[in-house]
């Protein structure tokens, strides 16, 4: 992590119009991509 790394909301379930707190994760932006890269891999 970097310290100047902005914070980023994850939508867990994909659905980006889902916005009910269970389904947000605030999370690092380099974890962020990381998370949907992995996704896109496989």
């Known amino acids: 992590m ?3 790394e902005k914070v980023h909301l994850h939508h867990i379930d994909g659905n980006h119009k889902n916005g ?4 947000l ?4 932006e ?3 991509d990381y998370i949907h ?3 896109s891999a496989s």
Do not use: E, G, Y
């Open 2 to 4: 970097l310290s100047d």
């Open 20 to 23: 009910k707190p269970k389904n």
């Open 25 to 28: 994760l605030a999370i690092h």
């Open 30 to 32: 380099s974890c962020h």
């Open 37 to 39: 890269m992995s996704k």
